[in-house]
């Protein structure tokens, strides 16, 4: 079994790990599963390479966390984050701590096969994903000043209505900002365009 | 020369008497002695200063002349009733007492009054204490007071308030759990089915996981149910207008930055309602900010907020409007039920929660189409005491659920 094909669930909820695990063994991929990041962490050492899927909402330690105390150990595993409603802010933080990618719950089955798959392309996690960067730099020059600025408080991971308060303008306004960047980003979702904001250097801002 | 026993007597009681006026005279309050008659007899510095009188004017007057008029009339019988019963005590126990100063200007008293034996009979030696600054001083602590527990109340209703938003935000999740799972093993299972990697054993299997996770969901909305039906329920009769017209003004924090215009028309003659204040706000404040929502795409953008009551007064009928998109047929049918949403963002709770709050007072909450556009949401709560209500209602809402 090649690394590509080799996957590590680390959920708190049985029923989420175990369909998870399930719907992704049906998808022909090898899983293994732990029922906590402690659990997770002591194990980790002696794992074979493969891509690690993490809940970010977990009790005795989170996923963010997971993350951090993994790139200690010198863990280079590939992650992709599960969030839940209303925890993007946090995985964007993870983004920019080196997680591959995030999907938001509830996911569909496209999305997280995605996410698993430009996991699998990267041999190692990076702190920044080795996008085209260059390409990545002259999309961003596309940008209005306005909507840079947008665009460096989502990298931020802000929420919406905090974007609007900090810049005077409506939320709706952030949300047709935010439209256009990821139009002229290309991107088709805020992971990606998290992803390409990074690779073409551009600072968050809070 | 040596004194007369007599001449020394004279001259200890008018020594006495002279230490007597000096005490009285150093005394910081102000001091008046009146004989049975009512006539000063002797006042002190103080008493000259804070009357605004000087010490002529006042000796061998009626004391009635310090005494605002309006008591006037009774105070020598209540002065009688002294001199029936001669003791030190504080003047009129349990009353405002009030002074008269030269000027005609009044102020508030303390007074003491202790009975003098003199030569010429019993006198009143009454000490006055001017209250103005502790009144005053107290009157803002009671108001102080009163701020802060107006404050603190509106502290909790608005943490009340929050809970029950973070309730929806817990429930959200919990439930996203079971639901996740539900849409994992059914994708994993029609993928091995079309591609004919599975046995039916197994796949009955997974389906019973599925089911149980399905089941799992349906938990969590029946504790949302209970929830709402009697879980910290406190209700009180309220006027319907007060509890809307507060919820509103919560609901316009940033409407105005959104361009949406939210006017209140207010029936004063509704009847009272028995809720749970904090509930029907949830309600109240749920309708105006999905109407607010819905204004997002629309020209026009105006919410309005009414009441009105039913004839013969027995309900209230309060209404949310907004000149909106409107709601397509397919969804108007079920609005209320749980997990339907139209939003990009959301579980479709809110209109859930909202229906199972009316119902549980005893209400109810429908949808109809705005002309010339937009939707109308109405809630109608029955009009009740706690007597009529309160007692007889309750059970029946726990059970019958």
């Given at each position: 079994?090649?690394?590509?094909?080799?996957?590590?669930?680390?959920?708190?909820?049985?029923?989420?790990?175990?369909?998870?695990?399930?719907?992704?063994?049906?998808?022909?991929?090898?899983?293994?599963?732990?029922?906590?990041?402690?659990?997770?962490?002591?194990?980790?050492?002696?794992?074979?390479?493969?891509?690690?899927?993490?809940?970010?909402?977990?009790?005795?330690?989170?996923?963010?966390?997971?993350?951090?105390?993994?790139?200690?150990?010198?863990?280079?595993?590939?992650?992709?984050?599960?969030?839940?409603?209303?925890?993007?802010?946090?995985?964007?933080?993870?983004?920019?701590?080196?997680?591959?990618?995030?999907?938001?719950?509830?996911?569909?089955?496209?999305?997280?096969?995605?996410?698993?798959?430009?996991?699998?392309?990267?041999?190692?996690?990076?702190?920044?994903?080795?996008?085209?960067?260059?390409?990545?730099?002259?999309?961003?020059?596309?940008?209005?000043?306005?909507?840079?600025?947008?665009?460096?408080?989502?990298?931020?991971?802000?929420?919406?209505?905090?974007?609007?308060?900090?810049?005077?303008?409506?939320?709706?306004?952030?949300?047709?900002?935010?439209?256009?960047?990821?139009?002229?980003?290309?991107?088709?979702?805020?992971?990606?365009?998290?992803?390409?904001?990074?690779?073409?250097?551009?600072?968050?801002?809070? | 020369?040596?004194?007369?026993?007599?001449?020394?007597?004279?001259?200890?009681?008018?020594?006495?008497?002279?230490?007597?006026?000096?005490?009285?005279?150093?005394?910081?309050?102000?001091?008046?002695?009146?004989?049975?008659?009512?006539?000063?007899?002797?006042?002190?510095?103080?008493?000259?200063?804070?009357?605004?009188?000087?010490?002529?004017?006042?000796?061998?007057?009626?004391?009635?002349?310090?005494?605002?008029?309006?008591?006037?009339?009774?105070?020598?019988?209540?002065?009688?009733?002294?001199?029936?019963?001669?003791?030190?005590?504080?003047?009129?126990?349990?009353?405002?007492?009030?002074?008269?100063?030269?000027?005609?200007?009044?102020?508030?008293?303390?007074?003491?009054?202790?009975?003098?034996?003199?030569?010429?009979?019993?006198?009143?030696?009454?000490?006055?204490?001017?209250?103005?600054?502790?009144?005053?001083?107290?009157?803002?602590?009671?108001?102080?007071?009163?701020?802060?527990?107006?404050?603190?109340?509106?502290?909790?209703?608005?943490?009340?308030?929050?809970?029950?938003?973070?309730m929806a935000s817990t429930l959200a999740h919990e439930l996203n759990q079971p639901l996740t799972a539900v849409t994992n093993y059914l994708r994993g299972l029609r993928r091995l089915l079309q591609s004919g990697r599975i046995d039916p054993t197994r796949a009955v299997e997974v389906i019973d996981k599925a089911v149980e996770q399905a089941a799992r969901a349906g938990q969590v909305i029946r504790r949302l149910r209970e929830f709402v039906a009697k879980g910290e329920s406190d209700r009180r009769v309220e006027n319907l207008n007060q509890v809307v017209e507060e919820a509103v003004g919560l609901a316009m924090v940033g409407s105005r930055q959104q361009g949406v215009r939210i006017s209140v028309d207010l029936d004063t003659r509704t009847p009272p309602v028995f809720i749970d204040k904090v509930q029907i706000q949830q309600v109240v404040l749920n309708l105006v900010r999905n109407a607010v929502e819905a204004l997002e795409e629309s020209d026009t953008r105006e919410v309005t907020v009414s009441t009105r009551s039913a004839?013969?007064?027995?309900?209230?009928?309060?209404?949310?409007?907004?000149?909106?998109?409107?709601?397509?047929?397919?969804?108007?049918?079920?609005?209320?039920?749980?997990?339907?949403?139209?939003?990009?963002?959301?579980?479709?709770?809110?209109?859930?929660?909202?229906?199972?709050?009316?119902?549980?007072?005893?209400?109810?909450?429908?949808?109809?189409?705005?002309?010339?556009?937009?939707?109308?949401?109405?809630?109608?709560?029955?009009?009740?005491?706690?007597?009529?209500?309160?007692?007889?209602?309750?059970?029946?809402?726990?059970?019958?659920?």
């Amino acid at each position: 079994m090649n690394a590509s094909q080799r996957i590590y669930i680390v959920d708190d909820d049985e029923a989420v790990r175990d369909s998870l695990g399930f719907q992704l063994e049906a998808a022909g991929y090898d899983v293994r599963t732990f029922s906590s990041g402690i659990d997770f962490l002591n194990r980790a050492p002696g794992l074979p390479p493969g891509c690690v899927i993490l809940d970010v909402r977990m009790p005795d330690i989170d996923g963010l966390e997971v993350q951090i105390r993994l790139a200690e150990m010198k863990q280079s595993l590939p992650i992709v984050l599960i969030t839940g409603h209303g925890e993007v802010p946090l995985a964007v933080r993870a983004m920019r701590a080196g997680a591959v990618d995030f999907v938001e719950k509830p996911f569909s089955e496209e999305a997280i096969l995605e996410s698993i798959r430009l996991a699998a392309n990267r041999s190692v996690t990076l702190a920044i994903p080795d996008e085209h960067a260059e390409a990545a730099a002259s999309r961003l020059k596309l940008l209005s000043s306005r909507e840079r600025e947008v665009l460096e408080r989502l990298v931020a991971g802000l929420p919406n209505k905090t974007i609007a308060c900090g810049l005077g303008i409506s939320p709706r306004t952030v949300e047709s900002h935010r439209a256009r960047v990821m139009d002229k980003m290309q991107a088709r979702s805020l992971s990606e365009l998290v992803r390409r904001a990074m690779a073409a250097g551009l600072r968050p801002k809070f | 020369m040596k004194r007369s026993p007599r001449q020394t007597v004279e001259q200890a009681r008018r020594e006495g008497e002279e230490r007597f006026r000096r005490v009285v005279d150093s005394a910081p309050n102000a001091m008046v002695m009146v004989s049975a008659a009512g006539q000063i007899e002797m006042v002190n510095t103080q008493a000259e200063r804070v009357f605004g009188y000087s010490r002529t004017e006042l000796l061998g007057q009626a004391v009635e002349m310090l005494v605002p008029e309006r008591f006037r009339p009774r105070h020598p019988t209540l002065r009688d009733a002294f001199y029936g019963d001669p003791r030190a005590r504080p003047m009129g126990a349990g009353r405002d007492l009030y002074a008269l100063r030269k000027d005609g200007s009044e102020f508030p008293v303390e007074i003491g009054l202790n009975p003098i034996e003199t030569e010429d009979g019993i006198m009143v030696l009454s000490a006055i204490v001017d209250i103005t600054e502790r009144k005053r001083l107290e009157e803002e602590r009671q108001r102080a007071e009163k701020r802060v527990q107006d404050i603190q109340s509106e502290l909790l209703h608005v943490s009340r308030l929050s809970t029950m938003g973070q309730m929806a935000s817990t429930l959200a999740h919990e439930l996203n759990q079971p639901l996740t799972a539900v849409t994992n093993y059914l994708r994993g299972l029609r993928r091995l089915l079309q591609s004919g990697r599975i046995d039916p054993t197994r796949a009955v299997e997974v389906i019973d996981k599925a089911v149980e996770q399905a089941a799992r969901a349906g938990q969590v909305i029946r504790r949302l149910r209970e929830f709402v039906a009697k879980g910290e329920s406190d209700r009180r009769v309220e006027n319907l207008n007060q509890v809307v017209e507060e919820a509103v003004g919560l609901a316009m924090v940033g409407s105005r930055q959104q361009g949406v215009r939210i006017s209140v028309d207010l029936d004063t003659r509704t009847p009272p309602v028995f809720i749970d204040k904090v509930q029907i706000q949830q309600v109240v404040l749920n309708l105006v900010r999905n109407a607010v929502e819905a204004l997002e795409e629309s020209d026009t953008r105006e919410v309005t907020v009414s009441t009105r009551s039913a004839p013969g007064g027995r309900s209230v009928d309060m209404r949310v409007i907004d000149t909106g998109v409107g709601l397509a047929p397919d969804i108007a049918e079920r609005l209320f039920e749980p997990f339907l949403t139209t939003k990009k963002t959301g579980m479709g709770l809110g209109l859930s929660i909202c229906r199972e709050i009316v119902e549980a007072h005893g209400g109810r909450i429908s949808a109809l189409a705005n002309e010339p556009a937009g939707t109308v949401f109405s809630v109608t709560l029955p009009a009740g005491h706690e007597e009529e209500t309160g007692h007889e209602r309750q059970p029946k809402d726990i059970h019958c659920r």
